[in-house]
């Protein structure tokens, strides 16, 4: 583009001509606009010489009022006929290219800003994707003409155009500010050299964020397995052990590459996109995404792995689906090998889908397999995609992580290292999970029904039901070489073969565990259902009348606006009123007039599906409901006794539930819900002492119901508790105290009517017993028996008496008493 009118006549009728037919959009504009200084020239560069890369980035600079990339720019003395320039030279016709130098605009660029130190530029690197923009897809013809990492020449381009035109998306990237680059005085070539191989990283880094990286055919990449040195040595042990030759093993370690392998396709993405956004726009009201800029921020550049929740068969589809939408690649998502199906296996390993088995015990040659392609993944730039928690949460808690996956990432980053990793933790929120009536089985009781993809489809034979809105909120990122820095200083200096298991590697993927658990629930979104859920099911009856609920609900959202519980965390909009209308509309509520108005209950089925929902959010709650149960059978309290009370019982709480704040915070954030009560009239703060408000206040009750969010995990905790007291010093083993916890909490739900499932849930009774062992609290002789502190009884007692009824403590104790006696019998 130079200055010449006749140019420019037909640059702008080519310009007229294409717009006629393309419909293009910028991703990000408000990111890059802010890093952007109007003071300084700016000049675009693009990665390849295109006519109408240059008209669609032209037409979106107008309507973003940025400087135009064809028009004239000026830096001291050097007047530029345009603003932009290529930094790769054409490819011809058949895609072949030539190599030749730098730009003669930036070379003429730098040498102006080095003969005068008081000027400065801006370059804008632009990127153009055809075929990108989130749609409705109907054509094979147009994924086939996507853009891709093949090298493309003029007939190529033209025939996206055609095909793709109205698909077409921009993206501008953060400026590089030349005069920082020569500031650090490495000579005309060599700073020419410099921005150049920072252009090059850039795009190649922008297409890998945007398509995926190039990654070779799989046939290429699963035989390429068996050359590493860890699987390699794996198939000389296999082939010793058996006496079988090395080929039969090689061979065998082939079938297992085979058998994880996905084959990613990006036909495969394109064709996934059209037929989940007519499942979205079918099943749900919509899909609210929050702070994914942050996704964005650190694609480009690390090895990004997702670690969401799991709620739901959709959630792996949910995930990709919104990525691919917001213009980052889809993961390869580890799934289990019950999902390699016939057909619903194979689609699934063309979007992204690597298999694995179940366990991979007495197997080393599939597990080192398995770890060598991960590897591949993680060293080639590949999003990745697993769930910490293993398997779908049916009571909707976050389950105790599995550390399988955790330790194949951490072993795989000390062999090699040159991309750092990041992991996302990503919250999924629904006002009603899919596969809500399989759970509502499960929760009555019904042993757990093998998963399958087909799950899926038979919601369709449901779709007169309102699913409501799904949240999609992406957590704060967690560096892993950051997180290896606090929790081993050295891990740099050590060896790092590929056999190499230090021995803090278990230790440190807990770690990793727990805090990635808690930056999944710092995430969280709080919908209606949720606080619906959590108001009913405080009460005795499981009912209100509609005023009632809408001041409870009310209550909850100005507690979570005073205190939020992270940044992280997202609430709805409306009123109390609002939230009831909306949960009504789903017919998660039923409802009864009379002639004082109306009466808003759950039904048998609801009631214990609505366990689900509060549970999501049950993190949340549990400090302010904590809190809020030490006024169930005190008047008065000091600060200094519940800070003392709530420090005894925190750590479970935190252990179980991932609650977020550490035991040295937990002062501080204590402080902020106490002056919050006070703020909303549920407590008084005088001479010191905190007062709670008069018995028959409505306030009082408001504190009661807050309180009993958090009652049956206070109460589940005081049964363990007594049945190890009543047992005496080394008389129950850990298996044996988990197993009577179960009984007892079963006995108890049906003589004090709980409609819980999870309140007798051996896996929570298993962890708490755990937390006791880890505490101190407990511990065990060379038999496995469990003897406790000596204090343990007049601990557990004084908190008890703070935060339980004297009727639910007299009925565990009695029922404690009454097995003891029986076991004295026999």
């Not at 025939?159 to 953060?174: D, E, N, Y």
């Not at 979007?351 to 080639?380: C, D, I, Q, W």
């Not at 038979?458 to 892993?480: D, H, M, T």
């Not at 808690?518 to 009348?545: C, F, G, I, W």
Request: a positive charge; charged letters at 20%.
């Amino acid at each position: 583009m130079t200055r010449s009118p006749l140019r420019r006549l037909v640059f702008g009728a080519l310009h007229r001509l294409l717009y006629l037919w393309v419909r293009s959009e910028t991703i990000n504009q408000s990111a890059f606009t802010l890093k952007l200084d109007r003071s300084k020239p700016v000049f675009y560069v693009l990665q390849l010489p295109s006519i109408s890369d240059l008209a669609v980035v032209d037409s979106e600079c107008r309507k973003a009022g940025l400087p135009r990339p064809i028009l004239p720019v000026s830096v001291g003395k050097l007047d530029e006929p345009s603003a932009f320039f290529y930094l790769t030279p054409e490819a011809g016709w058949l895609g072949g290219q030539d190599k030749r130098g730098a730009s003669p605009t930036l070379v003429r660029l730098l040498n102006t800003l080095n003969a005068d130190t008081e000027l400065d530029a801006q370059i804008v690197p632009v990127s153009v994707f055809w075929g990108q923009t989130p749609a409705s897809e109907s054509s094979p013809w147009k994924l086939l003409f996507a853009d891709s990492w093949a090298v493309t020449g003029r007939l190529r381009k033209l025939l996206s155009i055609l095909i793709l035109g109205r698909k077409t998306r921009v993206q501008f990237s953060a400026p590089i500010q030349l005069r920082e680059l020569l500031a650090q005085d490495k000579g005309q070539e060599r700073t020419q050299r410099m921005v150049h191989r920072l252009l090059r990283v850039h795009f190649r880094n922008q297409k890998a964020a945007v398509i995926g990286p190039d990654i070779s055919h799989r046939r290429n990449l699963v035989k390429g397995l068996i050359h590493g040195p860890q699987v390699h040595q794996a198939i000389l042990d296999e082939a010793e052990r058996n006496k079988t030759p090395v080929e039969k093993v090689e061979e065998q370690a082939l079938r297992y590459g085979n058998e994880i392998a996905s084959d990613y396709a990006y036909t495969a993405i394109r064709f996934l996109e059209v037929v989940l956004s007519w499942f979205w726009n079918k099943i749900y009201d919509g899909i609210k995404v929050n702070h994914i800029e942050g996704v964005q921020e650190v694609a480009h550049g690390h090895e990004v792995i997702y670690v969401p929740c799991h709620r739901s068969h959709i959630d792996y589809l949910l995930l990709s689906y919104l990525l691919f939408r917001n213009g980052l690649t889809p993961p390869h998502i580890a799934a289990g090998i019950n999902l390699n199906m016939p057909v619903i296996g194979s689609l699934l390993r063309r979007g992204g889908a690597f298999f694995m088995r179940r366990t991979f015990k007495g197997n080393p040659l599939y597990t080192a397999v398995f770890n060598e392609y991960l590897h591949t993944l993680f060293s080639r730039g590949f999003p990745v995609e697993y769930f910490v928690e293993g398997g779908r949460s049916r009571t909707g808690r976050m389950l105790q992580p599995k550390t399988g996956m955790l330790a194949i990432t951490l072993r795989s980053f000390l062999r090699s290292n040159r991309l750092p990793i990041v992991f996302v933790p990503v919250y999924i929120g629904y006002e009603r999970v899919l596969e809500g009536r399989t759970y509502l089985g499960e929760l009555r009781g019904a042993s757990k029904k093998k998963e399958s993809i087909f799950d899926i489809f038979k919601v369709i034979g449901a779709l007169k039901q309102r699913f409501g809105s799904v949240w999609v909120n992406f957590g704060e990122p967690l560096k892993l070489a950051e997180f290896l820095d606090a929790e081993q200083p050295d891990w740099r200096s050590q060896q790092l073969a590929p056999q190499y298991r230090p021995s803090w590697l278990n230790d440190t993927a807990n770690h990793l565990a727990e805090r990635i658990a808690r930056h999944l629930n710092e995430a969280a979104a709080v919908n209606p259902v949720n606080l619906v859920a959590l108001a009913l099911l405080s009460t005795s009856k499981l009912a209100l009348d509609e005023k009632a609920l809408a001041r409870v609900l009310d209550l909850y959202l100005a507690l979570l606006r005073s205190v939020p519980y992270s940044p992280h965390t997202t609430l709805p909009e409306g009123d109390g009123q609002a939230l009831i209308e909306y949960v009504q509309s789903m017919d998660l509520l039923a409802a009864q007039k009379d002639a004082l108005g109306k009466i808003l209950y759950l039904d048998e089925n609801n009631a214990v599906l609505m366990t689900y929902y509060r549970n999501n959010v049950l993190h949340i709650f549990a400090l302010p409901a904590l809190l809020a149960s030490f006024f169930q059978s005190n008047a008065r309290i000091s600060r200094e006794q519940i800070l003392r009370y709530s420090r005894a019982l925190y750590p479970y709480l935190q252990s179980e539930l991932f609650i977020r704040w550490s035991l040295d915070e937990l002062d501080a954030v204590i402080d902020q819900w106490l002056a919050a009560f006070v703020e909303q009239g549920l407590l008084r703060f005088e001479d010191g002492v905190f007062l709670r408000p008069a018995p028959s206040s409505r306030q009082f009750v408001l504190l009661t119901l807050l309180s009993r969010a958090i009652a049956q995990t206070l109460q589940r905790f005081y049964m363990a508790i007594a049945l190890v007291l009543n047992a005496g010093q080394n008389a129950l083993s850990a298996e044996e105290l988990e197993d009577l916890c179960t009984v007892m909490a079963q006995r108890l739900s049906i003589l004090h009517g709980l409609n819980a499932p999870e309140f007798f849930d051996k896996s929570l009774f298993r962890h708490f017993i755990q937390t006791l062992l880890d505490e101190g609290v407990l511990t065990q002789d060379e038999a496995g028996k469990l003897s406790h502190h000596e204090l343990l009884g007049e601990l557990a007692e004084g908190a008890a008496k703070r935060v339980l009824p004297a009727e639910i403590r007299l009925s565990i104790r009695q029922v404690a008493l009454d097995h003891n006696d029986e076991a004295a019998e026999l």
